[in-house]
């Protein structure tokens, strides 16, 4: 049996990869916490100028605050757990909890979240 198959039979054969590519992720996702707390002002200030007609725009703009304060805390989990994940992973580490978090956190950023997400899902539940 040559190497390509047994890796292809296994998919934790690729833990070193798969350590690296969540770490990549996770430097993105913590990369975009840090915009989106920088930009947060100009973020309120383009979503209160479509608000111009509304007659209660207050309450909108509490559910924006409220939204948005969730997408920087989801983001920041994601990215802290793919970090840890994929250190786990590289020192080669029983990562499974680690793991399956941070490819559920992530199935919600397209494309790159979800496609980990998912092959890291069928890596640790098959």
């Not at 559920?104 to 979240?113: E, R, Y």
């Amino acid at each position: 049996m040559s190497t390509n198959a047994a890796t292809t039979q296994n998919p934790r054969a690729n833990s070193t990869t798969l350590g690296a590519l969540w770490i990549v992720y996770a430097l993105l996702r913590l990369v975009a916490v840090i915009l989106m707390v920088l930009y947060a002002a100009t973020a309120t200030v383009m979503f209160g100028a479509l608000l111009t007609r509304v007659v209660d725009y207050a309450a909108l703009m509490a559910i924006f605050h409220i939204l948005y304060t969730v997408a920087i805390i989801v983001t920041a989990l994601s990215g802290i757990f793919g970090l840890l994940a994929g250190l786990a992973l590289l020192a080669g580490k029983s990562v499974r909890t680690f793991a399956l978090v941070a490819s559920f956190l992530s199935l919600s950023d397209l494309p790159l979240g979800t496609t980990l997400g998912i092959y890291t899902l069928i890596v640790f539940l098959l």
